[in-house]
Structures are given as C-alpha cells and as structure tokens.
C-alpha cells in the first residue's frame, strides 16, 4: 500500500516532521508502525510497537485539535516504559492440567501488570 503512495519514504516508512505531519504536506498526517517518527524524548525513530503507536495517536489527534484552535503543533515525545515478552506458551505432550492453568494465570499476571505500568509509567519503569 505504501509503494503506491506519492509520501516521501525512510527505511520503507513514511517519513513525518517532528508533529508527525508527512513531510511537505500541510494536512497529512502518518502515525505508527507505517510512519518514520523522531521521538523528541530521545532522538530516536520510534519503534513500530503499539506502546508507541497508542501514543502517536493521542498526540496526532491533540496536534489537530491544536491546529483547529490556531495553536502551534507538539513534537511527539514519549519515554518509553519498557517492554514484555512472554517466553513459552507451547505445551507439550506430558503437560498437566495445573501446569496448563498455572501457566495461563502467570500469563494473566504479567498482562495486568503490563496494563498497570501504561497506566502508572511515572511510578512503574
């Protein structure tokens, strides 16, 4: 879809000013895993995670809004809060039922403490 697009690219992204504006375009804008953002808290591309991309959004949509109201732009800027991987949930041929279940409440676990450290990533780093 990308390829088809007159937008100016970087590393097959699309390429935004700072506000996440495409670049040399006055009113489009590209967020998330398609778009090349500088992130302003680093320096950094920002990576194509949901983490960022949830956050490109609320800023993309204050930058509208901003616009609508005759204000100047933000810069996106996010400290990212870290990542979680989960290692296995395979099972194998000899598992137990408990193993299964422990396995799926430690799963749980570790996406609720996720969820709280988005929604408390001062406290939680």
């Known amino acids: 879809l990308l390829a088809r697009l007159d937008l100016p690219r970087e590393r097959d992204r699309i390429l935004t000013e700072p506000d996440m ?18 992130n302003d808290y680093d320096g950094s591309t ?12 609320k800023q993309a949509a204050d930058n509208i809004i ?13 400290k990212p809060i870290g990542e ?3 290692i296995g949930g395979g099972t194998k041929p000899s598992q137990s039922c408990w193993d299964y279940t422990s396995q799926v409440l430690l799963h749980g676990l570790f ?8 929604s408390l990533h001062g406290l939680i780093v």
């Open 21 to 38: 504006r495409v670049s040399g375009r006055e009113n489009v804008w590209a967020l998330g895993d398609c778009a090349h953002i500088i």
């Open 111 to 118: 996406g609720v403490l996720y969820i709280c450290s988005n």
């Open 84 to 86: 979680l991987c989960a």
């Open 46 to 57: 920002s990576p194509p995670t949901g983490q960022f991309a949830e956050r490109q959004g």
């Open 66 to 78: 901003r616009i609508l109201d005759g204000k100047g732009t933000k810069p996106f800027r996010f």
